[in-house]
């Protein structure tokens, strides 16, 4: 093959996008070379981080499950349907991807000290409590799932949800019968990159729901709390398993045949 | 019987059907033509209720439809796609509105069996729709709608993707079709062979009004 300058011109592309890839598995690398697989085992096995893992894999199934449930009619409503302000709500709907993590927290934590927000406390209990990891999960994960759904909508045609409607069908029946079957791997690609933004959520768990061992500490949580006693060994330990359930994730959701 | 009154639709400031009037008989087979672009499409979606006219009114059988919802008017629709559900299998498809509107297991599977055998997809019944020909897919769609037991069809182009051989057969099972089911049929269409072969009654629509009709037995009026 001759090097022209059409070639020379994807060779430089494919150099640009092989020192990034090599960057990040040299960091990887590093990483997992750190310490040995066995003070891995050991870090792992230990009573508290197993229990932050549990409490990990717990809430961001439940903050995954709920921002699905948003996802699924809010993503519908913003594919199906034009209306005044649309792009305003689309633009509102990102605000938790832009927002820095611990703006989220402190938002969530301020809401909670209003009127609105100690009437619903009297309720469910959020503020330095197990649900609040679940909240501040959610409201994060949630936009990413919003997303998602939009997207899968935006992909299907319309058509058939049209053809349901002259079959007899309420626009809710459409949305169940036909547009959500239709929507299933879209589905699962919006819960898993729910669940994996979950999972690496910190700064709005920190802020509101607190890092008390054994109580409300996740993965992230018991990462910051190993580096702050100088315990690196355990950090990494904690790191290289997150690191494991997000290349998990993404196996899943490159399954469904998604994008992240 | 179907009656258009001074239908027009506007998007973004063009008018794409202007004041367009017709009445179609009860039982007759029309067919529509016009170029591309033409609001054919348009004007089949504002009969089933998918869009709202900007004025005028769609009254079938005498009533006025013009504000209900798609559901409630009875009548089948087949796009130019088909539209069929994906991942379902042809039983379910044509079982789709029988099984909404809650009819007994019993008489649903008589139903679709009978609609089957007329259309001759028997065989295909437990297949699902991703493994079947054009020509298969389209007597599903039409069977899905048929099942729904309306007294008016809307026929998007339902002949181009078949190739020539098989347009003969599907012109004669339309044919068929709507005699068997006294349906009063509007088919929209870009062949002069299929609408000389179906239909009783021709309309043509340019830049958004209807051309009056070749044939005796409709009113027509721009």
Not at chain 2, 16 to 35: E, K, R
Not at chain 2, 93 to 115: M, S, T, Y
Not at chain 2, 188 to 196: G, K, L, M, R
Request: aromatic share 6%; net charge positive; glycine share 8%.
């Amino acid at each position: 093959m001759t090097l022209n300058r059409s070639n020379l011109c994807w060779l430089a592309l494919a150099v640009i996008t092989a020192g990034y890839l090599l960057f990040w598995a040299l960091l990887l690398a590093a990483t997992a070379t750190y310490s040995t697989p066995e003070s891995w085992l050991q870090v792992l096995q230990s009573p508290e981080i197993r229990h932050a893992t549990w409490l990990s894999l717990v809430t961001c199934s439940l903050a995954a499950g709920f921002a699905l449930l948003l996802a699924v009619p809010v993503g519908y409503l913003m594919s199906r349907r034009e209306f005044r302000g649309k792009s305003w709500l689309d633009a509102a709907l990102d605000i938790p991807i832009i927002l820095p993590p611990l703006v989220v927290g402190l938002c969530l934590l301020i809401f909670f000290q209003t009127r609105i927000g100690k009437a619903i406390e009297v309720v469910i209990p959020f503020t330095y409590q197990l649900s609040g990891v679940v909240l501040a999960q959610f409201v994060v994960a949630a936009a990413f799932a919003i997303r998602t759904m939009r997207g899968t909508f935006d992909h299907l045609p319309a058509r058939p949800e049209d053809v349901a409607l002259t079959l007899g069908c309420t626009r809710f029946q459409a949305l169940w019968h036909v547009a959500l079957p239709a929507a299933r791997r879209g589905m699962v690609a919006a819960f898993c990159i729910a669940w994996a933004r979950s999972l690496g959520e910190f700064g709005p768990i920190l802020v509101f729901a607190g890092a008390t061992r054994m109580k409300t500490e996740v993965l992230p949580t018991t990462v910051w709390l190993e580096l702050s006693v100088g315990n690196l060994e355990a950090a990494v330990a904690v790191s290289l398993f997150m690191v494991g359930l997000a290349v998990l994730v993404l196996v899943a959701v490159r399954a469904t045949g998604e994008k992240v | 019987m179907i009656q258009l009154d001074q239908l027009s639709w506007q998007v973004a400031g063009h008018t794409v059907l202007d004041q367009v009037s017709v009445t179609i008989p009860a039982n007759t087979y029309a067919v529509l033509m016009g170029s591309t672009g033409c609001g054919k499409t348009s004007l089949l979606e504002i009969l089933c209720g998918l869009r709202k006219p900007t004025s005028g009114r769609v009254l079938l059988d005498g009533v006025d439809v013009t504000k209900l919802e798609p559901r409630e008017r009875g009548i089948g629709y087949l796009p130019q796609d088909l539209a069929l559900f994906p991942g379902l299998s042809v039983r379910e498809q044509i079982a789709f509105a029988p099984k909404l509107r809650g009819v007994l297991p019993e008489e649903l599977d008589q139903r679709v069996n009978r609609l089957a055998e007329q259309l001759g997809i028997v065989p295909l019944l437990d297949r699902r729709i991703e493994k079947l020909s054009g020509g298969e897919k389209q007597r599903v769609a039409l069977a899905r709608a048929l099942a729904a037991q309306p007294k008016l069809l809307l026929l998007d182009e339902p002949l181009s993707a078949l190739d020539e051989g098989m347009r003969g057969e599907a012109v004669g099972m339309l044919k068929r079709v709507q005699q068997e089911h006294a349906l009063t049929v509007l088919h929209v269409t870009h062949s002069s062979a299929e609408a000389a072969a179906l239909g009783q009654l021709h309309l043509k629509l340019a830049e958004g009004r209807l051309v009056p009709p070749a044939t005796q037995g409709a009113n027509c009026t721009r």
